[in-house]
């Protein structure tokens, strides 16, 4: 099914399969970090792993029309603790998406921050619709986890293979714990 926008990239499939696949990926990381245990719980590494899930969590809160909130890196002590709040994301994001239709996804999304963007792009920034946001999200993780799995082989961890065709070679794997 298109959306509204003309574009079959992001349809309600392919997005639930792209959120599929980065609670998978999320969750292969996680076990290799925690595996790793306290060799691998830098600075570094922790703040990585912060502005990834906040940022999952930034974009929910916008979609569900929730007031944003960015919690203190202070706030865990360890990154088991930082760990235990991540894992809580994904229940809240499949209903999210479960109950997500094709008007939805056309909508469009005013960013909360649209206006410190502003300032820095000389211009307020365009509305993206919801299905453009829910795939900056799937992007970002991506990429911020191929930080993670740098910063991980350098502390001696190691990283996991968590690329999408990756996830379809091993046949679309639900989530393992520690998700």
Request: aromatic letters at 12%.
């Amino acid at each position: 099914m298109m959306t509204r926008h003309g574009n079959a990239l992001f349809s309600r499939a392919t997005l639930r399969d792209l959120f599929r696949h980065m609670e998978w990926a999320d969750g292969e990381v996680w076990r290799a970090v925690l595996v790793c245990g306290q060799a691998c719980d830098d600075p570094t590494l922790r703040g990585l792993l912060f502005h990834l899930h906040v940022v999952q969590r930034a974009f929910l809160d916008v979609w569900k029309t929730r007031e944003v909130k960015f919690p203190d890196p202070s706030e865990f002590r360890t990154i088991a603790d930082l760990h235990a709040w991540t894992a809580t994301y994904y229940a809240e994001a499949r209903v999210f998406l479960a109950a997500v239709d094709d008007d939805a996804l056309a909508r469009r999304v005013v960013m909360p921050w649209a206006h410190e963007l502003a300032k820095q792009m000389g211009r307020m920034p365009d509305a993206p619709t919801l299905a453009e946001t829910m795939f900056q999200v799937t992007s970002h993780s991506t990429y911020h986890r191929g930080q993670v799995n740098t910063r991980l082989r350098s502390l001696g961890g190691q990283p996991p293979l968590v690329d999408y065709i990756a996830w379809i070679w091993f046949g679309r794997p639900a989530a393992a714990p520690p998700y």
